[in-house]
């Protein structure tokens, strides 16, 4: 048991630039008199900059220019932490060498999440090596691991699994220990299979990373630390008048994640309240705040939380032969969106139809369409938004509404959710 342990999880925006990473190094300089593990997403939107990569390998195009940006945007990061012919300029350009046979890979849609998983990895590997090395660079003390060493999962690509009894004794038998000498730096969202590819666990999985050490590890409390001061009731940069909750119980939090709020991780709570660990979300622009305390025993409140998820797609499908819709109508939708590996925001069913909305993912639409079009007349619409508000104040929505048609709807007791366009 370690519930001395405390796991330090910083995103993107936090680690996004050398400013960031003066910000990282001041709010660790004073919090690591104990020992703790610290994990680390990409820099930035490196992500987004390899899914580029990848769209041009998938169009057969040139893509070393988007390969070039990548590596010049770490070292010139660099270039303002470090005096010159630092080893960290080497080691980043060993690293990127690795990458390359994973470059030359053929891709199609076939094998693309595989693919997309080997070199997704190194915006966290690139993030986690600049990161441990300017810390070092400072005088902080400790150890960089490799996150794949540990958490073992299955092989659905992008979507990865966790083999729990696996990932538990690999933390206990190789960071236990070592976690009693120093402080552990190590990268999020990523895992490895059985036949040890790389494999990542959902986009913005490092939060997830968090809570699976931190449960394999019995760690004392989880902290997430963003770019906001705590979990709001809303995304400040899409909604006015945002309040802050000072602490929610872990089902309010999951249900928030659920319907994609995006301040914490889905699959973050349910690890966390299964082992009574504790969850803190704190500003990485204002550390010494109080930020937001999720457990199980806080203060119910009836506060409306409202969460916008953009880029969604409307699929309505249709019965052809005048039958009503039953049990196995929709049985079959979900067993193409179960070997798509798409997720259902939102379900709606009438006498002779089932609307479903989604995500939009590459490729997807077109295979589920493809996949379903013998069985049902299929339509759907796409750049949509779905509005959740969760213990709505039905006063307020028409005001919510204002300036969009409105395509689908759906109320429940404690739930109102709104599928739109902008007018």
Same mark, same amino acid.
């Given at each position: 048991?370690?519930?001395?342990?405390?796991?330090?999880?910083?995103?993107?925006?936090?680690?996004?630039?050398?400013?960031? *990473?003066?910000?990282?190094?001041?709010?660790?300089?004073?919090?690591?008199?104990?020992? =703790?593990?610290?994990?680390?997403?990409?820099?930035?939107?490196?992500?987004?900059?390899?899914?580029?990569?990848?769209?041009?390998?998938?169009?057969?195009?040139?893509?070393? =220019?988007?390969?070039?940006?990548?590596?010049?945007?770490?070292?010139?990061?660099? /270039?303002?932490?470090?005096?010159?012919?630092?080893?960290?300029?080497?080691?980043?350009?060993?690293?990127?060498?690795?990458?390359?046979?994973?470059?030359?890979?053929?891709?199609? =849609?076939?094998?693309?999440? /595989?693919?997309?998983?080997?070199?997704?990895?190194?915006?966290?590997?690139?993030?986690?090596?600049?990161?441990?090395?300017?810390?070092?660079?400072?005088?902080?003390?400790?150890?960089?691991?490799?996150?794949?060493?540990?958490?073992? $999962?299955?092989?659905?690509?992008?979507?990865?699994?966790?083999?729990?009894?696996?990932?538990?004794?690999?933390?206990?038998?190789?960071?236990?220990?070592?976690?009693?000498?120093?402080?552990?730096?190590?990268?999020?969202?990523?895992?490895?299979?059985?036949?040890?590819?790389?494999?990542?666990?959902?986009?913005?999985?490092?939060?997830?990373?968090?809570?699976?050490?931190?449960?394999?590890?019995d760690a004392e409390s989880v902290t997430i630390w963003k770019d906001v001061p705590g979990v709001l009731n809303a995304d400040p940069k899409l909604f006015p008048n945002t309040l802050k909750f000072d602490e929610l119980r872990y089902r309010e939090a999951a249900e928030m994640t659920?319907?994609?709020?995006?301040?914490?991780?889905?699959?973050?709570?349910?690890?966390?309240?299964?082992?009574?660990?504790?969850?803190?979300?704190?500003?990485? *622009?204002?550390?010494?705040?109080?930020?937001?305390?999720?457990?199980?025993?806080?203060?119910?409140? /009836?506060?409306?939380?409202?969460?916008l998820k953009k880029n969604q797609v409307l699929v309505t499908f249709k019965v052809t032969d005048f039958t009503f819709i039953e049990e196995q109508h929709i049985q079959k939708i979900y067993e193409q969106l179960q070997v798509l590996k798409l997720r259902v925001n939102m379900l709606?069913?009438?006498?002779? $139809?089932?609307?479903?909305?989604?995500?939009?993912?590459?490729?997807?639409?077109?295979?589920?369409?493809?996949?379903? =079009?013998?069985?049902?007349?299929?339509?759907?619409?796409? /750049?949509?938004?779905?509005?959740?508000?969760?213990?709505?104040?039905?006063?307020?929505?028409?005001?919510?509404?204002?300036?969009?048609?409105?395509?689908?709807?759906?109320?429940?007791?404690?739930?109102?959710?709104?599928?739109?366009?902008?007018?």
């Amino acid at each position: 048991m370690n519930r001395t342990l405390q796991v330090y999880k910083f995103g993107g925006a936090s680690v996004k630039d050398a400013a960031a *990473l003066l910000n990282l190094h001041t709010i660790l300089q004073s919090r690591l008199q104990t020992n =703790k593990l610290i994990v680390v997403s990409a820099m930035g939107k490196t992500t987004n900059a390899l899914e580029a990569v990848l769209a041009k390998k998938l169009e057969q195009a040139n893509f070393s =220019k988007e390969w070039e940006q990548i590596k010049h945007f770490h070292l010139e990061v660099c /270039e303002e932490l470090f005096p010159p012919a630092h080893p960290v300029i080497e080691k980043i350009e060993q690293l990127l060498d690795t990458a390359q046979p994973i470059l030359d890979l053929p891709i199609s =849609k076939i094998n693309y999440d /595989e693919v997309y998983d080997q070199l997704i990895c190194y915006g966290e590997l690139l993030s986690s090596l600049v990161v441990s090395e300017y810390l070092t660079f400072k005088g902080l003390t400790l150890a960089w691991q490799d996150a794949r060493s540990v958490i073992h $999962t299955d092989s659905d690509f992008r979507f990865a699994k966790i083999d729990w009894e696996k990932t538990r004794s690999a933390c206990q038998n190789q960071w236990a220990g070592l976690l009693e000498h120093t402080t552990i730096l190590t990268q999020g969202f990523i895992g490895r299979d059985p036949l040890g590819l790389t494999t990542t666990l959902g986009r913005e999985g490092s939060d997830f990373t968090a809570a699976i050490l931190a449960t394999s590890l019995d760690a004392e409390s989880v902290t997430i630390w963003k770019d906001v001061p705590g979990v709001l009731n809303a995304d400040p940069k899409l909604f006015p008048n945002t309040l802050k909750f000072d602490e929610l119980r872990y089902r309010e939090a999951a249900e928030m994640t659920y319907f994609g709020a995006s301040v914490i991780h889905p699959k973050t709570i349910k690890p966390l309240a299964n082992a009574g660990i504790p969850l803190f979300v704190k500003s990485f *622009l204002d550390p010494e705040a109080s930020g937001t305390k999720i457990h199980e025993h806080a203060a119910p409140h /009836e506060v409306p939380t409202l969460v916008l998820k953009k880029n969604q797609v409307l699929v309505t499908f249709k019965v052809t032969d005048f039958t009503f819709i039953e049990e196995q109508h929709i049985q079959k939708i979900y067993e193409q969106l179960q070997v798509l590996k798409l997720r259902v925001n939102m379900l709606q069913v009438s006498a002779i $139809t089932v609307s479903i909305v989604l995500d939009t993912q590459l490729f997807k639409l077109e295979q589920l369409v493809e996949s379903l =079009k013998t069985a049902f007349e299929i339509r759907y619409n796409e /750049e949509l938004e779905l509005l959740t508000i969760l213990k709505p104040r039905v006063e307020e929505i028409p005001m919510l509404m204002e300036g969009y048609a409105l395509l689908l709807e759906q109320t429940t007791r404690t739930t109102y959710q709104a599928v739109r366009r902008k007018k």
